[in-house]
């Protein structure tokens, strides 16, 4: 078989559709979806078992396992699905590609998706180029979609044919009576084959031809099914390299999950697979061995893939916890979540609230650290650094924006309810804390693009400037600090409040005094007037600051908690 340079190429170029698409799908959902699809996805996977049912009913319908898992990965990447979820949903995507194993096997058919993928670009351009933000979301998630498809076909037209040049692998006869060793071997061969081919129904139509011709026995093409479960989860992995942290560990439990059915069907190989051949021979009354070949590999594999799940589906916690301690959650790579509010409501009005409460002080903190990035913003040096850190600013402000919405959005169902004045009071007083500690992030946001724009332009300020900017700094970041102390106060009084109107007036009076020197000093030429215009967007971005921070502490003192 000739396979050049230039087809290695396509090769990896349709590798990298492939991630394209899977990158815009996934900002698309970030984007559009919103509440609606998370609480559509969390209703189908409230528990294990839905979770279960709801991978084996998408992998059904689509036909490819791999498909399924990769837009599980982009939906935890989205954060529209929990990990625990996913692995849920995973497990059922194993059992669902088993109905393709069936239709290979009795028609050898195989529904290509990826023959949609330009008709729906025709349906997205419209939606693309719209004025509206929601329809051009879902527009990104539609050609994000069709790529990722266009990605996967690609990925199989362009690796070496081997489905089509069986002969090539004629060479295995030679390790065929080597007991249980040719087993793990073959196992082997599927996996990488299926890595190879990217597509685990490919790697079984290559093992009925190898069965078929008799180059191996039920036995080694049953080694070839299991490997192929391994190799499947190479797509998940190659989808999760540009994802985040949690995308990354769902494509890690849909390794262990395989790794570990794998294992335990191995040590009980023999007896497992004899029971799946009496079951085609004597209870489906199928005794021509060509054709009994093909059904005792679909039998297996569903055999395999069911008994799995059911064996895996009471360790969900455990591959959960497994994996995140194999992949630790990095500094920057912080995960968009609400880690107190759920998807139901509380039992009573009292304990939703008190939830809430809990929620918005995750969410202040949030904000000081936010304002410690811009701090380490100020003296960076170097650019890649900077651009790290000022990504993880607008990371937080857009997961501000989110938090802010939901916890809004819980609070106003949480006043729907049965509620006494002094709830409905209370209530009031946290939507007024969400908005200001939003506005904060607001701020936080504005610092960070003040500072980028005094790089891009080359602005350089004087030591004088830098120490005033570091006094202003460090008076807003005493305010935060205060904030959050009082946050977690039980017992606040009124009295609580004097401290933070004594920073906040030092954070006024002081950006008073900035600016009446700030232009002296341009008269005096001690800097440029462009230098100013950075240096007192920072001050003013400073004291509005600090205002929405006493905001905030007002709010928490009306409460009297």
Request: net charge negative; proline share 1%.
């Amino acid at each position: 078989m000739d396979y050049s340079f230039f087809d290695l190429l396509r090769l990896i170029g349709s590798l990298a559709l492939f991630l394209y698409g899977m990158k815009i799908m996934s900002e698309g959902l970030q984007k559009f979806a919103g509440d609606s699809l998370r609480k559509i996805l969390t209703a189908m996977t409230t528990n294990r078992v839905t979770g279960v049912l709801t991978g084996v009913l998408i992998t059904a319908l689509i036909q490819s396992s791999s498909a399924t898992t990769v837009m599980v990965v982009s939906f935890v990447n989205a954060g529209l699905l929990t990990l625990t979820q996913s692995i849920g949903v995973i497990m059922g995507a194993n059992i669902g590609t088993t109905v393709t194993a069936w239709i290979i096997s009795a028609l050898g058919f195989k529904v290509d998706i990826s023959a949609f993928a330009l008709p729906l670009l025709a349906f997205a351009i419209p939606l693309f180029f719209s004025g509206k933000s929601s329809r051009k979301s879902v527009g990104e998630f539609i050609f994000g979609f069709s790529f990722l498809f266009m990605g996967l076909a690609n990925l199989k037209n362009n690796a070496p044919d081997l489905s089509a040049n069986p002969d090539m692998l004629a060479f295995v006869q030679n390790y065929t009576d080597m007991g249980f060793f040719s087993i793990l071997l073959f196992l082997f061969i599927g996996a990488i084959l299926t890595m190879i081919v990217q597509a685990s129904a490919a790697t079984m139509a290559i093992t009925l031809i190898m069965c078929a011709n008799g180059w191996i026995d039920y036995h080694l093409g049953v080694a070839l099914v299991l490997g192929e479960n391994i190799g499947t989860t190479i797509t998940a992995n190659l989808a999760a390299l540009t994802a985040n942290t949690q995308a990354r560990r769902a494509a890690l439990a849909h390794l262990m999950f395989n790794l570990f059915g794998v294992a335990w069907v191995l040590i009980v190989f023999y007896p497992f697979t004899g029971a799946v051949s009496w079951f085609v021979t004597h209870v489906m009354k199928i005794t021509d061995p060509a054709v009994a070949v093909s059904f005792k590999l679909a039998a297996f594999h569903t055999a395999f893939n069911i008994s799995n799940t059911f064996i895996m589906i009471w360790f969900v916690n455990v591959i959960e916890k497994t994996v995140c301690g194999i992949i630790r959650t990095k500094q920057e790579d912080e995960e968009y979540r609400l880690s107190y509010i759920t998807g139901g409501m509380l039992s009573t009005a009292e304990l939703s609230i008190l939830q809430a409460q809990k929620e918005i002080t995750l969410f202040a903190e949030r904000t000081t650290k936010m304002f410690g990035m811009v701090k380490e913003l100020l003296y960076e040096k170097d650019e890649n650094n900077f651009l790290k850190t000022y990504s993880r600013v607008e990371k937080y402000e857009n997961i501000s924006d989110r938090m802010e919405i939901e916890i809004a959005n819980y609070l106003t169902q949480v006043a729907e309810g049965r509620l006494s004045s002094e709830g409905k009071e209370e209530i009031r007083v946290l939507l007024r804390a969400v908005s200001e500690i939003e506005s904060i992030a607001d701020s936080c946001n504005n610092l960070a693009r003040s500072i980028k724009r005094r790089n891009e332009f080359k602005s350089v300020f004087t030591e004088e400037q830098n120490n005033h900017i570091d006094q202003m700094f460090k008076l807003v970041s005493s305010a935060l600090d205060r904030m959050n102390a009082i946050m977690h106060k039980s017992d606040l009084n009124p009295n609580d409040i004097n401290e933070s109107y004594n920073i906040e007036n030092e954070i006024n009076n002081y950006r008073n005094q900035l600016k009446a020197r700030n232009i002296e000093d341009i008269n005096n030429k001690l800097y440029q007037y462009q230098d100013g215009v950075y240096y007192m967007d920072m001050v003013s971005e400073s004291e509005k600051l600090g205002d929405y921070v006493i905001n905030v502490v007002q709010a928490l003192i009306e409460k009297k908690i």
